[in-house]
């Protein structure tokens, strides 16, 4: 039987990635935390916009903010630091009572070397630029630059260095990304006369050990002879999988925080093939977690930056990046109303945490990658679903990595979806409204009002044999025993809307019952926190 689990311990420790059952927990001041956070917009990484920064935040309910350090701005000057910007930041974190996760924009910015040093960005010689198959120079800073990332290692060692010296003893900042986005745009990798040299050297025993061959690849040997098509893409995600460990390595020796990369997606409903140029070669893409994994033990998590808000695509992306080796985090998602409801998906797997892009009010919006909107309006769809979620984030953390956690989003299909639970079994369906079984509904061809757009989703956690936490929006939900309740009537104990304490202890507000249970359990476009309990007779 499932113990009811509500107690919580703390203590003081660094930040850190716990692993049991191959499910994972963020600690963070001794006890599992979800990160229920947001991104900033890219340029907000300045005190002047810090302001629009916060407001955004606290209608967004979050616990945490990732936001940009760019090396530009640490060290516009070769070997002078300045981390006047990074104090500034953790002062005004602090008073907010949000947690930081800071984003290193160094080598590296979505491929770019925009947020190197002025003193780096032109001088090719000392750090290099990947050159094409013509011997051309590319955009992007090479992989193999030995001096350049002697210099963004120095630089992050600085950070790390500082952050120690200020933030030990409060550990505002949580967790570090290290560059952003990796990979090349338009060049699979670098040709210049130390990448080939390197190319044609034997593939190192660690990546073999994870990155399995296509068919028809060598068991060993050179890049091409094992990897075959995938050669230049695999060769080029190790360089640069390589690089980022010497970073990540460096910065965790002075100041031990959890680290991770994120990636610009590959599309994960095509069919696996070799590179043409439709993603960001080298990138930590799904296909190369395990060249990531055997070139850099010191990140601890490759996580998805969800930008197609098409649901069979979230899916695929979240089955693929959540692995045995890899815990499931959502660094970056998309800010329009459509991705709210993916939370439930996200954190009902058991996720560290999840973070929105651009819940930032500056005046910018990356529609039509997001929302047009740059106001409250924005934020909100998201600050619903947190605000539901905060005065119980450290239990749901806790329950995640007990693996009593479900959680599902609505289908672009709007079809209903089942849950497997213990010796229950879950129907969420969708469009359904508060009022009259489905069969009655369908005749009359009824949709809810304000169900246009697919915005369903529910997350919940078995926190007892019969027992149920539930936290969703428009969505029914309809119990059926299962297992040893199997062909039993039941019905519910219980069904009670309310909130855990600051003690977690649980208050009950009412109870649902009459027209509020008859139905399923109806969750409207105002997520509420519920806890059902059920019985069979
Ligand atoms: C993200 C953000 C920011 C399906 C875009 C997404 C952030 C970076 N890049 O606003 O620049 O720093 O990580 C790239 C999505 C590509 C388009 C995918 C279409």
């Given at each position: 039987t499932l113990s009811c689990s509500v107690a919580l311990a703390a203590t003081s420790s660094l930040p850190h990635l716990e692993q049991k059952d191959g499910r994972y927990a963020l600690m963070v001041d001794g006890a599992p935390f979800v990160m229920l956070g947001v991104q900033a917009h890219n340029s907000s990484n300045y005190p002047g916009a810090l302001k629009q920064v916060w407001s955004a935040v606290k209608d967004a309910h979050a616990n945490t903010l990732e936001i940009p350090v760019a090396w530009e701005q640490i060290e516009a000057v070769e070997g002078k630091f300045d981390f006047s910007y990074v104090d500034t930041l953790l002062a005004q974190a602090r008073q907010n009572k949000v947690r930081l996760v800071l984003l290193w924009f160094g080598t590296w910015k979505n491929t770019n070397p925009q947020y190197v040093p002025e003193w780096v960005k032109f001088n090719n010689q000392r750090f290099p630029r990947m050159v094409d198959k013509d011997g051309k120079l590319t955009y992007c800073l090479s992989p193999l630059g030995a001096e350049t990332l002697k210099a963004d290692q120095r630089a992050f060692v600085a950070l790390m260095r500082h952050l120690k010296e200020v933030d030990q003893a409060q550990r505002s900042v949580i967790m570090v990304q290290v560059e952003n986005e990796v990979g090349t745009y338009g060049h699979a990798r670098d040709f210049g006369a130390q990448a080939e040299a390197e190319f044609n050297q034997p593939v190192p025993a660690a990546v073999l050990a994870r990155q399995k061959a296509p068919a028809g690849g060598a068991a060993s040997g050179s890049w091409a002879e094992v990897y075959g098509p995938y050669a230049d893409q695999y060769f080029h995600s190790y360089a640069i999988a390589r690089y980022i460990e010497d970073i990540a390595k460096a910065g965790r020796a002075v100041y031990d925080?959890?680290?991770?990369?994120?990636?610009?997606?590959?599309?994960?409903?095509?069919?696996?093939?070799?590179?043409?140029?439709?993603?960001?070669?080298?990138?930590?893409?799904?296909?190369?977690?395990?060249?990531?994994?055997?070139?850099?033990?010191?990140?601890?998590?490759?996580?998805?930056?969800?930008?197609?808000?098409?649901?069979?695509?979230?899916?695929?992306?979240?089955?693929?990046?959540?692995?045995?080796?890899?815990?499931?985090?959502?660094?970056?998602?998309?800010?329009?109303?459509?991705?709210?409801?993916?939370?439930?998906?996200?954190?009902?797997?058991?996720?560290?945490?999840?973070?929105?892009?651009?819940?930032?009010?500056?005046?910018?919006?990356?529609?039509?990658?997001?929302?047009?909107?740059?106001?409250?309006?924005?934020?909100?769809?998201?600050?619903?679903?947190?605000?539901?979620?905060?005065?119980?984030?450290?239990?749901?953390?806790?329950?995640?990595?007990?693996?009593?956690?479900?959680?599902?989003?609505?289908?672009?299909?709007?079809?209903?979806?089942?849950?497997?639970?213990?010796?229950?079994?879950?129907?969420?369906?969708?469009?359904?409204?508060?009022?009259?079984?489905?069969?009655?509904?369908?005749?009359?061809?009824?949709?809810?009002?304000?169900?246009e757009q697919p915005n369903g989703g529910v997350a919940l956690a078995q926190t007892c044999d019969n027992e149920f936490i539930v936290v969703g929006q428009r969505a029914r939900l309809r119990f059926e025993g299962d297992g040893v309740n199997a062909g039993k009537p039941s019905m519910y104990a219980r069904i009670e809307e309310g909130h855990f304490d600051a003690a977690g202890k649980w208050i009950m507000e009412r109870n649902w019952n009459g027209d509020q249970a008859d139905y399923g359990i109806n969750l409207t476009a105002r997520p509420v926190v519920l806890r059902v309990k059920l019985g069979t007779y």
């Amino acid at each position: 039987t499932l113990s009811c689990s509500v107690a919580l311990a703390a203590t003081s420790s660094l930040p850190h990635l716990e692993q049991k059952d191959g499910r994972y927990a963020l600690m963070v001041d001794g006890a599992p935390f979800v990160m229920l956070g947001v991104q900033a917009h890219n340029s907000s990484n300045y005190p002047g916009a810090l302001k629009q920064v916060w407001s955004a935040v606290k209608d967004a309910h979050a616990n945490t903010l990732e936001i940009p350090v760019a090396w530009e701005q640490i060290e516009a000057v070769e070997g002078k630091f300045d981390f006047s910007y990074v104090d500034t930041l953790l002062a005004q974190a602090r008073q907010n009572k949000v947690r930081l996760v800071l984003l290193w924009f160094g080598t590296w910015k979505n491929t770019n070397p925009q947020y190197v040093p002025e003193w780096v960005k032109f001088n090719n010689q000392r750090f290099p630029r990947m050159v094409d198959k013509d011997g051309k120079l590319t955009y992007c800073l090479s992989p193999l630059g030995a001096e350049t990332l002697k210099a963004d290692q120095r630089a992050f060692v600085a950070l790390m260095r500082h952050l120690k010296e200020v933030d030990q003893a409060q550990r505002s900042v949580i967790m570090v990304q290290v560059e952003n986005e990796v990979g090349t745009y338009g060049h699979a990798r670098d040709f210049g006369a130390q990448a080939e040299a390197e190319f044609n050297q034997p593939v190192p025993a660690a990546v073999l050990a994870r990155q399995k061959a296509p068919a028809g690849g060598a068991a060993s040997g050179s890049w091409a002879e094992v990897y075959g098509p995938y050669a230049d893409q695999y060769f080029h995600s190790y360089a640069i999988a390589r690089y980022i460990e010497d970073i990540a390595k460096a910065g965790r020796a002075v100041y031990d925080l959890p680290m991770y990369v994120n990636n610009a997606l590959r599309n994960p409903l095509e069919a696996l093939a070799p590179w043409k140029s439709n993603f960001a070669s080298g990138g930590p893409t799904y296909d190369v977690i395990g060249i990531y994994k055997a070139a850099a033990p010191h990140i601890d998590v490759v996580g998805p930056d969800l930008y197609a808000p098409d649901s069979q695509q979230v899916t695929a992306n979240l089955e693929r990046f959540q692995r045995p080796d890899n815990a499931l985090f959502v660094p970056e998602m998309g800010n329009a109303t459509a991705y709210a409801r993916y939370i439930y998906q996200i954190l009902g797997r058991g996720a560290l945490g999840v973070a929105p892009f651009g819940i930032d009010y500056a005046d910018y919006s990356n529609y039509p990658l997001g929302s047009p909107l740059t106001d409250k309006r924005m934020a909100e769809p998201f600050g619903q679903v947190f605000a539901a979620f905060r005065p119980m984030e450290r239990l749901w953390a806790k329950w995640a990595y007990e693996g009593r956690t479900h959680g599902v989003a609505e289908g672009d299909d709007r079809a209903p979806q089942h849950l497997a639970l213990k010796n229950w079994k879950l129907t969420v369906a969708f469009r359904m409204g508060q009022f009259g079984d489905e069969d009655w509904l369908a005749q009359r061809k009824e949709m809810a009002p304000g169900t246009e757009q697919p915005n369903g989703g529910v997350a919940l956690a078995q926190t007892c044999d019969n027992e149920f936490i539930v936290v969703g929006q428009r969505a029914r939900l309809r119990f059926e025993g299962d297992g040893v309740n199997a062909g039993k009537p039941s019905m519910y104990a219980r069904i009670e809307e309310g909130h855990f304490d600051a003690a977690g202890k649980w208050i009950m507000e009412r109870n649902w019952n009459g027209d509020q249970a008859d139905y399923g359990i109806n969750l409207t476009a105002r997520p509420v926190v519920l806890r059902v309990k059920l019985g069979t007779y």
